[in-house]
């Protein structure tokens, strides 16, 4: 999987968390725990899962197979998702 690299500016008290995550040993560097964080906030909001899968779909950037992929559902399920967006 390829990478790009994106800046963000965060409040003093956020950057004094993110810097003491590399020195606690949790994590190796504090992108490997921003997409920790990323992947694990993903995996648990449903709700945006499918909020993001439509908009990628919408504007033919993936396929049903991938907007299922991305939702954890099947195609059929997938489609009644979107659907139901549309009302």
Do not use: C, N
Not at 55 to 75: D, N, V, Y
Request: aromatic share 10%.
């Amino acid at each position: 999987m390829s990478s790009t690299t994106i800046s963000f500016t965060v409040p003093k008290e956020i950057k004094l968390k993110l810097d003491a995550v590399t020195h606690i040993g949790y994590y190796d560097s504090v992108s490997e725990f921003l997409r920790d964080a990323i992947r694990t906030i993903l995996q648990d909001r449903k709700d945006l899962r499918i909020a993001i899968a439509y908009e990628l779909f919408t504007k033919k950037q993936i396929s049903w197979g991938k907007a299922a992929e991305i939702i954890g559902s099947s195609i059929e399920e997938t489609k009644e998702l979107f659907e139901q967006r549309k009302i």
